[in-house]
């Protein structure tokens, strides 16, 4: 059974840079199936940022106007996000998780616990 | 961002049928691409419950249906128990914008 976990730091400052990297076990991110992250903004709902697979294929939120980056690192078996320039609108939950799905009709089947971010001066 | 449309909140006692609905466009569900429905229980991270339109991943009661036509899809449930009580999300795919995965606002199950 997939399993993930979310690690990064709990608090930034405005305009630093965040870093979160999702471990996975269970299963190997090389055999395949896209990664990605999705965040919980308080009060509102879910917001999709990045989904990657393990050969650098990427797809990032346009709304997130070219802050973000994913990466992956197959011999540690995780993968990671940056986001930079954050404001106090990037408070959120941040959550990793597996893509699966073909053609479009992608779903999320394998989420983590979720990684609470907050952004204050 | 999202532009599938949930209402904000729905409520029925236990034992009642509640159906939460999911309205899209002509670039997500209109264009074709599947709805799927996650469950959160506040304090939990989401959990797939219905993708592909209707089908259940192991482990999801058949309580739980889902159906989409056209730019609509909706989501019910049967025989509501407390424990349903949680946000529920659509999810789609929007060809308008490269790689764009959208998910509803959300709604929020109370049972009474």
């Known amino acids: 059974q997939v399993r993930l976990l979310e690690s990064g730091p709990g608090l930034l400052k405005p305009s630093e840079t965040l870093s979160l990297t999702c471990t996975v076990s269970g299963f190997s991110i090389s055999s395949g199936y896209y990664w990605g992250w999705i965040r919980h903004l308080p009060g509102k709902g879910l917001e999709w940022i990045a989904t990657m697979y393990q050969r650098g294929i990427t797809y990032y939120n346009v709304f997130l106007k070219g802050r973000v980056t994913m990466s992956v690192d197959t011999s540690r078996n995780q993968f990671s996000l940056n986001l930079t320039s954050v404001t106090a609108a990037d408070t959120a939950v941040y959550y990793c998780a597996r893509r699966v799905g073909a053609a479009g009709d992608y779903y999320f089947d394998s989420w983590g616990q979720g990684t609470l971010v907050t952004v204050s001066s | 961002q999202s532009v599938l449309t949930q209402p904000p909140s729905v409520s029925g006692a236990p034992g009642q049928r509640i159906t939460i609905s999911c309205t899209g466009g002509?670039?997500?569900?209109?264009?074709?691409?599947?709805v799927h429905w996650y469950q959160q229980i506040p304090g939990s991270s989401p959990k797939l419950l219905i993708y592909d339109n209707t089908n259940r991943p192991s482990g999801v009661p058949d309580r739980f249906s889902g159906s989409k036509s056209g730019t609509s899809a909706s989501l019910a449930i049967t025989g509501l128990q407390a424990e349903d009580e949680a946000d529920y999300y659509c999810?789609?795919?929007?060809?308008?914008?490269?790689?764009?995965?959208?998910f509803g606002g959300g709604t929020k199950l109370t049972v009474l």
């Open positions: 002509s670039s997500n569900l209109g264009a074709d691409y599947n």
């Open positions: 999810q789609s795919y929007d060809s308008s914008l490269s790689g764009l995965v959208l």
